[in-house]
């Protein structure tokens, strides 16, 4: 595997579920990040993880929660969430916070 | 004030053209300039970084970057129709990247 992978690639679940997704990326680097897009709209960005310390939490509610056990893997934890949360969810990872980021594949979620 | 600013689009241009995507930004003292590109339903790859005044060329594609005018371009020479896509301008000052909201390019064959 190289650069930044994300599973799954698809996620279809309920409102009443709970599913994680998953990041990894093999680049060597130390920031990792979580970003929403949905239709038609910017990046949002999520959580801002820095040597597995979360430095940026954006106001996000908390049906979302990240989890960074160390520099290589990344999740994002979900439960209870609502159909406005439908979006193309990417991972992202660069040398340091401010460096240049190169994004997973994404995980294209829909909530039912 | 809007800290990114892109022309959300579409931008036209017809195949073999150069195509001029621009970037204002708010923050005078941002250091770092990224240019990604964005297929539909696919994740943002970057394909520039600019970090002084001036050009910087890779291929067909050239960056431009004016500190003083706050400015940031990217020009793609003898566009195809595989460059339609959406462009995101990202900014960087210290610890943190902003992106704008992209434009879309639409390569007219």
């Known amino acids: 595997e190289t650069g930044v992978t994300q599973t799954p690639r698809h996620l279809v679940m309920g409102m009443t579920n709970k599913k994680s997704l998953k990041c990894e990326q093999h680049?060597?680097?130390?920031?990792m990040y979580w970003y929403k897009q949905s239709a038609k709209k910017p990046l949002e960005l999520m959580f801002v993880y820095s040597l597995e310390e979360r430095v940026e939490n954006n106001s996000v509610p908390s049906r979302f929660s990240p989890e960074c056990p160390n520099s290589s893997h990344l999740f994002l934890h979900l439960h209870t969430l609502q159909p406005e949360d439908s979006a193309l969810y990417l991972c992202a990872s660069s040398q340091a916070t401010g460096y240049e980021q190169y994004f997973g594949p994404g995980t294209r979620l829909t909530v039912t | 004030q809007k800290e990114v600013e892109q022309n959300s689009g579409p931008l036209s241009v017809p195949e073999g053209a150069i195509a001029s995507l621009n970037c204002t930004y708010s923050?005078?003292?941002?250091?770092?300039f990224f240019w990604y590109r964005q297929y539909s339903g696919k994740s943002p790859e970057l394909i520039m970084s600019?970090?002084?005044?001036g050009d910087k060329e890779d291929g067909r594609f050239t960056a431009q970057l004016n500190k003083a005018s706050q400015y940031v371009s990217l020009l793609i020479r003898d566009s195809q129709p595989s460059d339609s896509a959406t462009y995101l301008c990202a900014v960087g000052r210290d610890d943190k990247i902003i992106f704008g909201k992209g434009t879309r390019l639409h390569i007219l064959p």
């Open positions: 923050d005078r003292g941002s250091q770092s």
């Open positions: 680049l060597g680097h130390n920031a």
């Open positions: 600019i970090y002084s005044n």
